[in-house]
């Protein structure tokens, strides 16, 4: 018999079924929150202080006090990873302004609500990493500051949702003539044999996985820029990426009905797709080398 799944909420450690937050929460009146996902190998969690300041920025961005420090939070993560199944997890952690009447205004002296739960991280699909999956281009609709990683996610929704009627699996992003980053993915492409990603900006989220990949491509001198990309540089690239912390480097074969490249994840993806495998493996010796 599986074991309860354990969450935390405000203080304390709790089945899932019994943890409840009022209807008058702010993140579920007003999307009024930021949120982590951290996925964690072998009970190591992947770059912790990197999720957490990336966690501090966006509640800096939201004028919200931060309620843990990055040692109080480590014990929280640490402590649900001990507490649920699964050789490798991800963690998603929430933080809302809290309980107040409805009103766009900041209440006063608010507590904020924080939640945090474990899910198994499950391995990608080898399939998809034998053949790749497929994307589509749309609009990005999504409000200016995605940097943020705020709970309001509703334009990332719909724009998934296109995606899955379109039976792709992701949807590229294209505003002012530049190509920002899947709905749900930071993107990668390789174009002359040159890994290229989108620079960090208020237009795109700063991945942690995103990071990484750079960091590796770097460490083993692999050709790495981070620049703009247009759609018709995304559409001329020999190979196309698409980056996040529980699907790590997925390769895109299809984009908008077209073959990329030669319809097969390419050389480059594999051996990036390689470098991560083996930094994973570091990890799960708690070893993070990329700490």
């Given at each position: 018999?599986?074991?309860?799944?354990?969450?935390?909420?405000?203080?304390?450690?709790?089945?899932?079924?019994?943890?409840?937050?009022s209807v008058l929460d702010r993140g579920f009146i007003f999307g009024d929150g930021v949120y982590e996902v951290i996925p964690a190998y072998g009970g190591y969690p992947l770059r912790l202080k990197h999720h957490l300041q990336r966690l501090q920025n966006s509640l800096d961005a939201i004028r919200l006090s931060n309620p843990y420090s990055d040692s109080e939070w480590t014990d929280i993560i640490n402590s649900l990873i001990d507490k649920n199944e699964g050789e490798d997890q991800y963690i998603y952690l929430q933080v809302t302004r809290g309980v107040a009447k409805r009103d766009h205004r900041f209440p006063d002296g608010n507590t904020p609500t924080v939640f945090v739960m474990s899910s198994p991280l499950l391995a990608v699909d080898s399939e998809l990493l034998k053949n790749g999956v497929s994307a589509i281009t749309l609009d990005d609709i999504r409000w200016r500051y995605c940097n943020i990683k705020t709970t309001a996610l509703l334009g990332n929704v719909l724009l998934r949702q296109q995606a899955v009627e379109q039976n792709a699996a992701e949807a590229i992003l294209v505003r002012d003539n530049d190509v920002t980053e899947g709905a749900a993915s930071n993107l990668f492409i390789v174009l002359n044999g040159v890994i290229i990603t989108p620079p960090k900006s208020d237009l795109l989220l700063p991945g942690i996985t995103r990071d990484l990949i750079v960091e590796l491509a770097h460490?083993?001198?692999?050709?790495?820029?981070?620049?703009?990309?247009?759609?018709?540089?995304?559409?001329?690239a020999e190979e196309v990426w698409v980056t996040s912390s529980t699907k790590e480097i997925l390769p895109i074969t299809t984009l908008d009905g077209k073959t990329v490249g030669n319809g097969t994840p390419g050389k480059v993806w594999q051996n990036m797709f390689t470098l991560y495998q083996n930094n994973k493996a570091q990890l799960r010796q708690g070893k993070d080398l990329n700490a």
């Open positions: 018999m599986s074991k309860p799944v354990i969450v935390y909420l405000n203080g304390n450690y709790l089945p899932i079924e019994d943890a409840h937050v460490h083993h001198q692999l050709a790495c820029e981070e620049r703009s990309i247009t759609p018709e540089e995304l559409k001329q």
